[in-house]
């Protein structure tokens, strides 16, 4: 394991020697990129992400395509800690920088014991996690439940490991609409944007590409003042 991080981190971080080396070789002037690694197992997510930043001098990398599997526990007070949590786990498996988003969600309508909380994936009736479209239906539901829509908030932590004792951390809030009535796109992995609809062009978040999602501008300037550090 220890020779798998090291050549992870090897590949993320060549020495200025073996940059020098290579740099007459367009081939391998790819590996003298800057890389980040998304610490999710969630693609969408990642597929956001790479959207957020394909502006920035940087390589966004999949766990999975590099062998990484993890399972984090997200024990946190915020979704600011949540993220650090999970940045931290996939930065001394990998030993490459790591970003990590998590949030939060409070719908105005609801009731207290409704609430989704930082657990936006379990019902607070049964606890347990659901699948894309069994979460689209529950939450269309509850809406229906308090008049078909409803303004909501989500906090959002965003946390980069840049090493193990340097992480840049972010927290912001967003407003949006929900809607019982589903758009006829769902996002794999983001199914909750199938019930969004952005305040300001009143189309659906499962409908924009994701340089227009509202915290595309926010995710973008965190990442463009930290990746000078890397």
Known sequence: PTLVRFQRWLGANPPRWLCSRWAANPQHMRTMEKQVLFG????AKIEYFR??????PI?????????????????????????????????????????????GLRIEKFPEEKQPGMSVRRARESGNRKTDEELVEYYSQELDKVGGGSWGYWQIGIAFAITERNIKVQEFSLRTYFTSKRSKYLTPGAPLSSLMIDAETERYYSEMVGTERPEAAIVFDFMKRNIDTL
């Open 40 to 43: 999710t197992s969630n693609p």
């Open 59 to 103: 390589k966004v990398l999949n766990p999975i395509d590099l062998g990484i599997k993890l399972s984090v526990e997200e024990n946190g007070r915020s979704p600011q800690d949540n993220a650090k949590l999970k940045a931290m786990a996939y930065y001394l498996e990998s030993m490459i920088p790591t970003i990590a988003i998590d949030a």
């Open 51 to 56: 959207s957020y930043v394909e502006a920035l």
